[in-house]
């Protein structure tokens, strides 16, 4: 029902800033609570920041609260995160999802998945 692809990843120095976008395919898109999950090398893959389907409601992990923002265009089609102050921590394959849901935060809850964009932070 949803295609994902995400973009805009790359090499930066800490302190720097990326702007991530996840560009969707399909009707109804502003029926989809989206979400930026992020895998570091050799760990688990974890929610960053999720956002409503009007994009009323946001939420983010602590570490990242004042430094990343996710937004959404449903004309566009589109979500993005913007980080700031990027730390060698953030160093993940970065992944855009979505479900039919208001919101959600835990990753099973998502059904589908982008192909991820790396973001590497080095000092």
């Known amino acids: 029902q949803v295609q994902l692809v995400e973009s805009g990843g790359g090499l930066v120095q800490a302190g720097d800033s990326l702007r991530l976008s996840c560009a969707a395919s399909?009707?109804?898109?502003?029926?989809?609570?989206m979400g930026w999950f992020r895998q570091a090398p050799g760990k688990e893959r974890d929610i960053v920041a999720a956002i409503s389907r009007s994009g009323l409601s946001t939420y983010y992990i602590d570490s990242v609260k004042g430094r990343f923002t996710i937004s959404r265009d449903n004309a566009k089609k589109a979500v993005y995160l913007q980080m700031n102050s990027l730390k060698p921590e953030d160093t993940a394959v970065y992944y855009c999802?979505?479900?039919?849901?208001?919101?959600?935060?835990?990753?099973?809850?998502?059904?589908?998945w982008g192909q991820g964009t790396p973001v590497t932070v080095s000092d």
């Open positions: 399909g009707r109804t898109f502003s029926s989809y609570a």
């Open positions: 999802a979505a479900v039919a849901k208001l919101i959600a935060t835990r990753e099973s809850e998502y059904e589908y």
